[in-house]
Nanobody, 123 residues
């Protein structure tokens, strides 16, 4: 089992920044690909960003490319999502996910999910 705990969400004005963190425990963190997804009110969950266990390869949804950056620190068992130039449409609950298998990054088939952290962007 892998336990994932997100933090760093909050209320921010449009154009502002937030940094989300996801702390993992339970298994060897460096063996897992990690991702961030989000679910906006009334919408389905959508892929945001992913990073391979190697820490080198990253993937982004078109809607966040150039504004968000995913990174990980395998020594701290933590994955991050730096979010800049936030927009009201970024308002959502953000979820961290982990996969032992190598998936298509935007696949919903991750093995473990966190409880989510709320991000609200005011206009």
């Amino acid at each position: 089992q892998v336990q994932l705990v997100e933090s760093g969400g909050g209320l921010v004005q449009a154009g502002g920044s937030l940094r989300l963190s996801c702390a993992a425990s339970g298994r060897t963190f460096s063996n897992y690909d990690m991702a961030w997804f989000r679910r906006a009110p009334g919408k389905v969950r959508e892929f945001v960003a992913a990073i391979r266990r190697s820490t080198i390869t990253t993937y982004y949804a078109d809607s966040v490319k150039g504004r968000f950056t995913i990174s990980r620190d395998n020594a701290k068992n933590t994955v991050y999502l730096q979010m800049n130039s936030l927009r009201p449409e970024d308002t959502a609950v953000y979820y961290c996910a982990a996969s032992y298998q190598v998936l298509v990054p935007s696949s919903p088939g991750y093995d473990y999910w966190g409880q989510g952290t709320q991000v609200t962007v005011s206009s």
